[in-house]
């Protein structure tokens, strides 16, 4: 537990830290008004912090900055709410109050505003990554070397993609994986098709398919068909503004990270409901180990549609991005109530 003066004191080091991104000395908390300690006793309690593991102090520095912990104990015991301005929150009323047709416009449209209110990277992930469900599978021979192959869902969507059978590999075989596939994957949520695939259905294909292991490679690339078309972006490119991600290899592998749906889907389909914040190693991911990301999910009748995120740097303004997560969750459980009920 920390005591009232060192939990002030962190406080006011985040803070700081948020806006400025460079290291916080002692002197300059102590010239803000809420503090009122000495800078000698704020110097003694950041030793202790950084003692604790609360705070780093980079080598350059006298000042310190936030350790992910830090990070941790601030959005969990410190952190303020309500820093979204009246104008920002009247801009997304005014938006769902509009009758707006398409639902897909819809998500388009608060993955820009989350990435233009906030000046980092937004995520949403549409209704049907998570209630879309195999209905079946086909595939269909053109000649000895392509094929057609086609996912029907449970909601009608049809997707085809041509695809190059394996050298040496029969038709019959194919059908028997896709047989196979049929009775394993029928009303499986789309973003479980690989994990689902390479864990547990592959063992199975190795004993009854001949040439396994180049059909699963086919399948590869027919299970990603449409999955863009269920997640979008905004402001993938706000990383190079902040000063931590001057790094160009450190930035290019967050960005190769985003460019890899299959592994956003992933990602946020283990996300529980409500607000949830991931600092630093918390995340899953390596490529965002340096990143904090805040996610929050929208519903109706309790049932989770989907998921809207912020990704930034641990540096991230936590109260404003919690804050507007949860208003704009709360407007599109509304909006979706309108098209599902």
Not at 225 to 230: L, Q, S, T, V, Y
Not at 258 to 281: K, N
Not at 288 to 308: K, M, W
């Amino acid at each position: 537990m920390l005591t009232e003066r060192q939990r002030q004191i962190l406080s006011a080091i985040v803070d700081d830290y948020i806006r400025s991104a460079e290291p916080v000395g002692s002197r300059s908390i102590s010239k803000r008004g809420n503090v009122g300690f000495s800078p000698a006793t704020i110097r003694n309690e950041m030793s202790d912090l950084e003692e604790m593991g609360f705070l780093e102090q980079p080598h350059t520095s006298a000042g310190r900055i936030p350790s992910h912990k830090g990070y941790r104990y601030y959005v969990d015991h410190l952190v303020k709410y309500g820093s979204v301005s009246n104008d920002e929150v009247d801009g997304l009323k005014l938006y769902f109050a509009e009758k707006i047709q398409e639902m897909e416009q819809v998500i388009q449209q608060v993955a820009m505003i989350l990435s233009n209110l906030t000046n980092y990277t937004s995520i949403v992930l549409g209704p049907e990554v998570f209630n879309t469900t195999l209905k079946r599978l086909q595939i269909v021979p053109l000649n000895e070397q392509t094929a057609v192959a086609i996912i029907v869902t449970n909601t009608g969507q049809v997707e085809n993609k041509t695809v190059t059978i394996p050298e040496g590999v029969q038709m019959s075989e194919v059908e028997k994986m896709v047989n196979l596939l049929n009775s394993r994957l029928i009303n499986v949520p789309l973003y479980q098709f690989k994990t689902k695939l390479f864990n547990e259905i592959s063992q199975e294909m190795s004993r009854y398919v001949s040439g396994y292991e180049e059909l699963l490679g086919m399948l590869n690339g027919v299970l990603d068909a449409g999955e863009e078309d269920r997640v979008f972006l905004s402001g993938t490119t706000n990383m190079l503004t902040q000063p931590e991600f001057k790094d160009v290899e450190k930035v290019k592998t967050i960005l190769d990270m985003l460019s890899e749906t299959h592994t956003l889907v992933r990602l946020f389909a283990e996300t529980p409901s409500g607000i949830q914040v991931r600092i630093g190693q918390e995340n899953q991911i390596e490529a965002i180990n340096d990143c904090s990301l805040i996610t929050a999910t929208y519903s109706v009748d309790g049932q989770t549609l989907g998921t809207i995120g912020i990704l930034g740097p641990t540096r991230m303004e936590y109260g404003k991005v919690i804050h507007l997560l949860d208003r704009i969750s709360k407007e599109l459980n509304h909006v979706m109530g309108r098209w599902y009920r």
